[in-house]
């Protein structure tokens, strides 16, 4: 079910308050950059807006952490500690999905990533989000799975643990409650 995609005044100000909390707080995560920019950024892209409103109503605390100069646009990442709680237990794509038998999970993670207008992190975005902060001590995430090994029936996900990030495989159609995804919008 796709969500409709406006939000309504008093909504967009409560999330550009708890994201201009989060940078903030999190100053680490995008040295040199000001928040005014970025408000004024999100402010001209609703359709952005909503999204980031979907990072943060699934448990994501989306927050900057870079900005790409070619294309001038701000990058977010989901920022929870863990992997996102409102996106867990959800197998990796449409066909896993499809071909679980019985015990299906209620979405996949790609599924969910584009209905929400963002795409998984790729293993190099992962590690890169890690040199920011520990993050996945306790869950993991499923990332971006090259083809080869999608066709194969592989899907991979990582996590942080012993203070290294790992990456795995798995059963695409496989699925656990303390695995979800991360996300990542460009605005």
């Not at 940078?23 to 040295?31: A, D, I, L, S, V």
């Not at 989000?129 to 996945?136: E, P, S």
């Amino acid at each position: 079910m796709q969500r409709v995609k406006n939000m309504k005044a008093a909504q967009r100000e409560e999330l550009l308050k708890a994201l201009k909390t989060r940078f903030e707080k999190n100053m680490n995560r995008h040295k040199g950059l000001e928040w005014a920019k970025v408000q004024a950024k999100l402010e001209a892209n609703a359709e952005k807006l909503w999204s980031l409103n979907e990072m943060e109503r699934t448990g994501g605390e989306p927050d900057v952490v870079g900005y790409d100069q070619k294309t001038g646009e701000y990058i977010f990442y989901d920022c929870s500690a863990e992997s996102p709680n409102g996106r867990r237990s959800v197998c990796y794509d449409h066909d896993a999905l499809e071909a679980r038998k019985e015990f299906k999970p209620k979405d996949s993670a790609m599924n969910m990533a584009a209905a929400m207008g963002i795409e998984l992190l790729t293993e190099e975005q992962y590690r890169a989000l890690q040199q920011l902060g520990n993050f996945d001590a306790k869950t993991s995430s499923w990332v971006k799975t090259p083809s080869n090994i999608r066709k194969l029936g592989g899907a991979l996900f990582c996590d942080r643990r012993y203070s290294t990030v790992f990456v795995y495989h798995n059963g695409a159609e496989s699925y656990y409650a303390a695995r979800g995804f991360r996300g990542s919008l460009r605005v």
